[in-house]
């Protein structure tokens, strides 16, 4: 049995805070907001006490803890959680800064905490079987891979001014999909941007519309088309090209029903949102965590996995910048 | 908070009772299973205490039963149900014997408690989404339903054997589901029916495929499709025909993905059988009858819709005996 | 080279006097229509002269004719055929008096001509796929066939007095299709059927709205659902659940644009009717009764196969009537 | 009633061919094409007269002729229609050098004829209706275009050496596609590109997989993926994303069967390739030209719009060899 303690109450504390209640090898001994409503307001949803992230920190029985908290606070509790031997399973970003990022993962390998950053959609159960029958061969070598992924409505202003922009935000769990069903690092990358959706978000110096490009040294080719607005839902579909076949994963709708009538033949709209559409995937990844600190022999999206990506995500944003193809071993 | 006893601690007492744990609305009081490796199993995994029948519903802090137990014992369960003023939740079917179906009906009626019959099909979120949509009028009238309902494998004669035949067993389920979305009475039943899967079927007096029409009083008609055996899965399908369109409700799939290959263009299959595909459905009907103990106001399937139900399963077995179409009104 | 007259220049006339004009093994050597403004304006559309009946059928270098007149002229001009040596290829219904068709199905064996019952669904690239496919074994045995079959509207009453009533006019064609499709004689049949969508029709003494069973002697089943009106177009569907699998027709769609909005996820609807939907069954048809007149060996719908459709219908007919199943034994 | 000629027996060329003698509102006068087997076996097929090009063009009661002749053929063919003053179909290219197509183009400019570059994917049915349903505003404003487009196996080697390369011969319908669905010139192009299918395509100099970017003056942003192999067929399918929807055109399949076995749901695959997909797209964009040479007033596509085309190819090839986005104002 894991004792995990939670740091951070918020929607996706929220999340991940329920989802140990519901998963048998693993035991919620603790929470920390500084925000207290939302510290109190779980604390009871879910019987678990309060404690100090110092507390936490000190506490030699619990196992590991839950990053939920801002995202400005992730690089330092992951620092402390390797100073304290604790187990970390993080919510991205590391951080925004990526010198910050590699310093952090520097120490993270050089201690003997299991770290886990919770790139969700790879824990999709849909996603995750298309990424099994590619490695196992099914369309033999994959050439090139497709990822749609849209939100349903764009952010407010003040979000952006505090996400990094769209290549760090949103894309960069598409560059992590890329890496993981390509099978290969990336060493080239192009993007091109637009701000189509709101101007706010353009005056904030950001964009809202973009197409990325990515070539692994051997050739294979991914494309990343994103949007802050898909007028129908969370657009979330992938589409690998090999040299035996084609998988695609389709959009997660909100029903089976179909209706017949004159003015056409209409179906369901896929899941509104993350929360919606990624519902297992949360519960899963959450499991894989807790499986490994069990003794589990699985393969976790580690704090590289975020550094990695991170790096596409600059290389994408100094292509936009200077038009051109950027390399990838010129970042960082 | 509503506090319940489970009878019955196999598959489907399995099944309810860690529901009733989900449920933040209730409590598992209380279970009891005459076997006693499964009242154990159960009782630990559920953390829940055991009683006999006698002590349950002796116990006036208990407010109401899951009737979980074999088919034999729900008739007298039910009734002492009514006998000491306790809710029921029970498993279909209430008895195979039509005669003594009336007398628990009749006992139900006269008394105060909530008596649900738990056809867990109406309960699927697209099954009763697509029933609320009927209602709304989004097809106009309701002219024709066809239900398609065939088992992914034939059950092992000994089930045949107690089951009561494929009419009152499996196409129960069906029947409920005709009157759920005609709306309207069923007067008029013809059936034909074959032994083309088993042949050990046949030999034990009953049949493993079959197809029903149903029609009520205004002219609305009805069909149903039956076998014990789909090799590709559990067929679950609706489909509604109506003056101003029509509506359809197909199977819920193993996954998202598709391959293209030469070989062609394949999907998943539907999910297995009804334990994964009801799974939804099995949490919702506890749900609501939660509800209601707690004062919602909703339709629950009530004793008697068991009743009809096996009155159509009854007439159906006569028009198959006779080769001729049966009026409901003949029955019982 | 073929050489072809035609009988009737009305719609389907049309029809297949265009299609012989597109074969390179048949020509159309003359047209016959007693209503002269069809007779003038398709014989300069298609460039062929006007001949009457008699001449066409005294005409040595005439080898066959396409019946496309008036229905009740059908039978008349079938005994001629015979009478003279001509090949036929026959529009439906031979005639829709039983003993009239079983006369001149009699006189059709025992001559000599190559005489075709232009069962056009048969011919459609789907379905022949589909009964090829069962036929080759892949879903095992043929246990339960479904065939829907809605026409987009009603026609006028003026056409149903004529009809012979939605069974011997509409039904008709799925009786064969189930009759295709099953590969063993249907014994016995039950029907249900109402007067849901237009009530002139019910004042006319038909029905609009129809279920069918039907069963073989070795206990295959199928099922017909038809109705006068989809308001969603042309419904024309096949499902076939064999011991091994199931093998499906879908409709044919207007195009394949599939729209995502908010509203919803909207494609098209199928092809309007039969002239739309059937348009390449009309062309195969026609080669395939061409290419048999030149010698090819194929099989084609018979007049037998006309008469056994329409001793189904009367069977479905008496079914309603008297409320039972009929043995088809019974009928003729 | 429009008079032709036809320069070109080939494969291309029995098409059109063809398709003039369906055409009721023209006439095909002569065919040339100095292969005499070819010449010969087409006009006997066609019952047309074969001419030389020099009679051609010197005929006055000629009104236009079809270019389907080789590829190095096109402009020079062109030039003599410009001369000679009759109207031009001409197939893709119109040349593979960038300033000889810019000097057929202003040819075609100072002239007076009726030229039309056969882009026979504008004329696809569904893609047609696709772009004018965008045009309609049903999405609102085009954001982004995802275009798919995968041959089913690579040429040999002799075509890929006289082909121009992947982006001049087979990405250039797909540019042509972009700035149909667009709307606006486009500025910018990004391109990757790999030989990964078939290692003699890499050793010619070219490429057999690639993912394009382009960018319009306002924004708005396009992607193309090819690649000369898709296992399961012809691949060809369009995604435009606005601001109020999304509308998609999928692959055309062999056939509307679904079968369901243990082994899963199983479609059809894409109709083989383009003589099967585009077979309409191909009577239609003739017929498109002819309506035009009688008065009609369509838009066709047009020299230029193969010259922007080309334009589009140029910039891709620079951008694979420079690393670099390129501005189509760099080209030409």
């Known amino acids: 049995m894991v004792r995990l303690a939670l740091l951070g109450a918020g929607r996706i504390g929220n999340i991940h805070g329920r989802n140990v209640l519901l998963n048998p090898e693993a035991q919620l001994v603790a929470l920390y907001d500084p925000y207290q409503p939302n510290a109190d307001s779980l604390s009871e949803a879910l019987g678990c006490q309060q404690m100090t992230a110092e507390q936490i920190f000190a506490d030699p029985t619990i196992d590991g803890i839950l990053v939920c908290s801002a995202t400005d606070t992730h690089a330092d509790l992951i620092e402390q959680a390797v100073a304290t031997g604790k187990h970390v399973f993080c919510e991205k970003p590391i951080d925004l800064s990526l010198p910050r990022v590699q310093e952090v993962v520097a120490k993270v390998k050089a201690s003997n905490i299991i770290a886990m950053l919770a790139f969700n959609r790879r824990f999709d159960p849909n996603f995750a079987l298309l990424q099994q029958r590619i490695a196992a061969g099914e369309i033999g070598e994959v050439e090139m891979v497709s990822i749609i992924s849209k939100d349903p409505a764009p952010p407010p202003v003040e979000y952006i001014n505090v996400s990094g922009g769209l290549f ?21 990358v192009s993007a091109q941007a637009s701000c189509l959706v709101d101007a706010a978000i353009g005056e904030a110096g950001d964009v809202d519309t973009a197409l990325v490009m990515l070539r692994t040294k051997s050739g294979k ?17 992938l589409e690998v090209h090999g040299s035996l076949g084609m998988l695609t994963a389709t959009n997660v709708n909100e029903h ?21 559409r990624y ?18 022999d699985a393969v976790l999206p580690s704090m590289d996995d975020g550094c990695q990506a991170l790096l596409l995500a600059e290389a994408a944003i100094l292509s936009v910048q200077q038009g051109r193809s950027v390399a990838v071993s010129e970042i960082g």
Chains 1, 2, 3, 4 share one sequence.
């Open 168 to 188: 760090r935000d949103m894309t960069i769990h598409d560059f992590d999909m890329a890496r993981f069903l390509l099978g290969e690092e990336i060493v080239e």
């Open 221 to 237: 080719l991914a494309q990343i088309s994103n949007s802050r607005r898909a007028s129908f839902g969370y657009d979330q579909r």
């Open 256 to 276: 089976t029903l179909t209706s017949y009538t004159q003015a056409g033949v209409t179906q369901a709209k896929p899941l509104h949102f993350f929360l919606e």
């Open 279 to 296: 519902e297992q995937a949360y519960k899963s990844e959450l499991a894989g965590f807790i499986s490994v600190l069990n003794g589990a």
